[in-house]
Protein backbone atom coordinates (compact mmCIF):
# COMPACT_ATOMS: atom_id res chain seq x y z
CA UNK A 1 0.00 0.00 0.00
CA UNK A 2 1.99 3.44 -0.83
CA UNK A 3 2.66 5.54 2.03
CA UNK A 4 -0.05 8.47 1.06
CA UNK A 5 -3.23 5.88 1.37
CA UNK A 6 -1.49 4.29 4.60
CA UNK A 7 -1.32 7.37 6.05
CA UNK A 8 -4.79 7.78 5.39
CA UNK A 9 -6.35 5.02 6.40
CA UNK A 10 -4.66 5.35 9.78
CA UNK A 11 -5.52 9.12 10.44
CA UNK A 12 -9.19 7.61 9.39
CA UNK A 13 -8.92 5.28 11.88
CA UNK A 14 -7.39 7.07 14.64
CA UNK A 15 -10.12 9.32 14.44
CA UNK A 16 -13.12 7.40 14.19
CA UNK A 17 -12.33 5.19 17.16
CA UNK A 18 -11.50 8.38 19.29
CA UNK A 19 -14.52 10.15 17.75
CA UNK A 20 -16.64 6.75 18.75
CA UNK A 21 -15.37 6.69 22.36
CA UNK A 22 -15.62 10.53 22.58
CA UNK A 23 -19.48 10.55 21.21
CA UNK A 24 -20.17 7.71 23.52
CA UNK A 25 -18.68 9.71 26.33
CA UNK A 26 -20.27 12.98 25.68
CA UNK A 27 -23.77 11.56 25.29
CA UNK A 28 -23.46 9.88 29.20
CA UNK A 29 -21.74 13.10 29.67
CA UNK A 30 -24.93 14.85 28.76
CA UNK A 31 -27.50 12.86 29.88
CA UNK A 32 -26.23 11.67 33.53
CA UNK A 33 -23.42 14.21 34.57
CA UNK A 34 -24.45 17.47 33.66
CA UNK A 35 -27.55 18.01 35.35
CA UNK A 36 -25.84 16.83 38.23
CA UNK A 37 -22.54 18.76 38.13
CA UNK A 38 -22.85 21.33 35.50
CA UNK A 39 -20.96 21.19 32.52
CA UNK A 40 -17.17 22.60 33.71
CA UNK A 41 -16.85 19.76 36.14
CA UNK A 42 -18.94 17.01 33.90
CA UNK A 43 -16.10 17.90 31.01
CA UNK A 44 -13.35 17.97 33.24
CA UNK A 45 -14.17 14.45 34.72
CA UNK A 46 -14.39 12.95 30.85
CA UNK A 47 -11.12 13.92 30.32
CA UNK A 48 -9.17 10.96 31.72
CA UNK A 49 -11.67 8.70 29.99
CA UNK A 50 -10.73 10.11 26.53
CA UNK A 51 -7.34 10.51 27.53
CA UNK A 52 -7.18 6.25 27.98
CA UNK A 53 -8.80 6.26 24.84
CA UNK A 54 -6.68 8.59 22.97
CA UNK A 55 -3.34 6.27 23.92
CA UNK A 56 -5.39 3.07 23.33
CA UNK A 57 -6.70 4.29 20.09
CA UNK A 58 -2.85 5.14 19.14
CA UNK A 59 -1.21 2.31 20.18
CA UNK A 60 -3.71 0.40 18.07
CA UNK A 61 -2.73 2.76 14.78
CA UNK A 62 0.83 2.63 15.28
CA UNK A 63 1.20 -1.19 15.34
CA UNK A 64 -1.74 -1.77 13.05
CA UNK A 65 -0.42 0.17 10.42
CA UNK A 66 3.45 -0.68 10.80
CA UNK A 67 4.52 2.96 12.35
CA UNK A 68 7.02 1.77 15.15
CA UNK A 69 9.81 3.83 14.80
CA UNK A 70 8.37 5.81 12.17
CA UNK A 71 7.70 8.99 14.12
CA UNK A 72 7.21 11.34 11.13
CA UNK A 73 4.68 9.22 9.65
CA UNK A 74 2.91 8.80 13.37
CA UNK A 75 2.23 12.34 13.63
CA UNK A 76 1.28 13.29 10.03
CA UNK A 77 -1.30 10.41 10.57
CA UNK A 78 -2.11 12.10 14.14
CA UNK A 79 -2.14 15.70 12.18
CA UNK A 80 -4.62 13.86 9.60
CA UNK A 81 -7.12 12.73 12.44
CA UNK A 82 -6.87 16.22 14.40
CA UNK A 83 -7.68 17.42 10.93
CA UNK A 84 -10.60 14.94 10.88
CA UNK A 85 -11.71 15.69 14.50
CA UNK A 86 -12.01 19.22 13.96
CA UNK A 87 -13.83 19.16 10.82
CA UNK A 88 -16.35 16.97 12.43
CA UNK A 89 -16.96 18.94 15.38
CA UNK A 90 -17.18 22.69 13.11
CA UNK A 91 -19.56 20.50 11.04
CA UNK A 92 -21.72 19.32 14.08
CA UNK A 93 -21.52 22.82 15.68
CA UNK A 94 -22.65 24.36 12.26
CA UNK A 95 -25.54 22.09 11.41
CA UNK A 96 -26.83 20.15 14.15
CA UNK A 97 -26.60 23.14 17.21
CA UNK A 98 -27.52 25.78 14.97
CA UNK A 99 -24.78 27.94 15.98
CA UNK A 100 -21.94 30.32 14.39
CA UNK A 101 -18.54 28.87 15.12
CA UNK A 102 -18.19 32.36 16.71
CA UNK A 103 -21.08 31.57 18.99
CA UNK A 104 -19.89 27.82 19.64
CA UNK A 105 -16.33 29.37 20.73
CA UNK A 106 -17.73 31.96 22.66
CA UNK A 107 -20.11 29.83 24.41
CA UNK A 108 -17.18 26.83 25.83
CA UNK A 109 -16.41 27.46 29.51
CA UNK A 110 -12.71 28.79 30.08
CA UNK A 111 -11.52 26.09 32.52
CA UNK A 112 -12.75 22.83 30.65
CA UNK A 113 -12.23 24.49 26.98
CA UNK A 114 -8.72 25.08 27.99
CA UNK A 115 -8.25 21.79 29.15
CA UNK A 116 -9.81 20.65 25.75
CA UNK A 117 -8.01 22.38 23.78
CA UNK A 118 -4.82 20.54 25.34
CA UNK A 119 -6.46 16.89 24.86
CA UNK A 120 -6.35 17.89 21.29
CA UNK A 121 -2.43 18.37 20.89
CA UNK A 122 -2.16 15.51 23.00
CA UNK A 123 -4.54 13.67 20.59
CA UNK A 124 -2.52 14.93 17.18
CA UNK A 125 0.78 13.71 19.36
CA UNK A 126 0.26 10.60 20.71
CA UNK A 127 1.03 8.26 18.23
CA UNK A 128 4.30 9.61 16.97
CA UNK A 129 4.85 10.08 20.86
CA UNK A 130 3.71 5.79 21.28
CA UNK A 131 5.71 5.45 17.95
CA UNK A 132 9.09 6.52 19.28
CA UNK A 133 8.07 5.02 22.95
CA UNK A 134 7.90 1.34 20.88
CA UNK A 135 10.81 2.29 18.85
CA UNK A 136 13.39 2.73 21.89
CA UNK A 137 11.86 -0.26 23.53
CA UNK A 138 12.72 -2.31 20.40
Do not use: C, N
Not at 39 to 58: C, D, N, Q, Y
Request: hydrophobic share 60%; charged share 10%; glycine share 10%.
Amino acid sequence: MPTGMRLIKAAGAYFALVFGAGFALGVARQLVVVPRLGIMWAELLEMPFMLVAIVAAARWTVARFGFVGQIGASLAAGLGALALLLAAEVTVVLSLRGQSLQEYLDGREPVSGTVYLVMLAIFAAMPAVLSRRSSLQR
